[in-house]
Each structure stands twice: as C-alpha cells, then as structure tokens.
C-alpha cells in the first residue's frame, strides 16, 4: 500500500500551488503545478506497469 501513500503524498504536495495558481492567479505556480503533473503522471505509469507485471506472474 505505500505506492498508494506515495500517490497521496504527491498531491498533498501540490495543494498549495493549485491554489496559488487557481485563486490567486500567480503564474509561477500554474508552471510548478505543471511540473508537478508530470511528475505524477510518471509515477502513475510506473505503477501500472508494476501491477501489470505482478499479475501477469500470478
């Protein structure tokens, strides 16, 4: 379960710059929040393929 509190993790970590960038309107924050996606979207993709390959073992 710690790929689920690592995915968790990240998010909480961009709150602040998803509200910086949404209620406040600072640009530097909309790029951190990009960034940031990409990161997640990464992550994500490394996930799949680890559950991929743990089920195709079973």
Known sequence: MSRFEELK???EAM???FQKFYDKGNKAAGT???KSMLELK???QEIRVE???L???A
Do not use: G
Request: no cysteine.
């Open 42 to 44: 990464n992550k994500a």
């Open 32 to 34: 951190r929040v990009r």
């Open 15 to 17: 709150e602040d710059d």
């Open 55 to 57: 089920k195709n073992k």
């Open 9 to 11: 993790a990240m998010v």
């Open 51 to 53: 559950v991929q390959e």
